[in-house]
């Protein structure tokens, strides 16, 4: 029973050691942050955010009752397992066991939420070329090749 136990937490802790090897550990944004920065934005009920690299879905369930839909994209599956069960009363929350460099963006997406240093930052280029009507929300990391960026409660606001 002991040896199945260290067995179970071994395969956990691969899977977390390996999505920092793909460029972004699991840290959680502050809810304070969060919550304060849902309140000052001008959310609609016609919003669409898109958190790439969704964690324990925090986001989502903060930015989920003032918004349309919500979905995350991530690539931990005991990560994605967690914030489905703890997002599971929400039902405008979408979560997908996905690498979100090999995801369309939704058309309708008006938000995008991201929360890593500059590694990914070919890949988001990439995703949001010639895209408009967006709002890219940064948390901690400021995105060099945007202009125009604001900053709110330690997150960079960009509109493109
Ligand atoms: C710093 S955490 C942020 C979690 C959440 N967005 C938040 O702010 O609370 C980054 C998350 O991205 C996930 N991640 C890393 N690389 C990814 C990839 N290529 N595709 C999807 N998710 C990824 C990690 O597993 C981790 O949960």
């Not at 999505?19 to 969060?34: I, R």
């Not at 009920?45 to 918004?67: A, H, K």
């Not at 990560?79 to 405008?92: A, E, F, Q, R, T």
């Amino acid at each position: 029973m002991e040896q199945i136990l260290w067995v179970i937490l071994a395969v956990i802790a691969v899977v977390f050691i390996a999505t920092v090897l793909f460029g972004a550990p699991f840290v959680p944004t502050h809810y304070k942050q969060l919550k304060k920065l849902v309140k000052w934005l001008d959310l609609t009920n016609q919003d669409v955010l898109v958190d790439l690299g969704s964690g324990d879905g925090r986001v989502l369930r903060v930015f989920g009752p003032q918004i349309k839909q919500a979905i995350g994209y991530e690539i931990n599956p005991f990560l994605v397992l967690w914030s489905k069960i703890s997002c599971h009363k929400y039902h405008n929350i979408k979560i997908k066991l996905a690498d979100f460099r090999l995801q369309k963006l939704p058309a309708e997406t008006t938000i995008i939420y991201l929360f890593y240093a500059n590694s990914f930052n070919r890949s988001l280029q990439k995703i949001l070329k010639n895209r408009t009507n967006l709002t890219i929300i940064s948390y901690g990391f400021k995105l060099d090749w945007l202009e125009n960026g604001q900053t709110k409660y330690g997150f960079w606001i960009y509109k493109i």
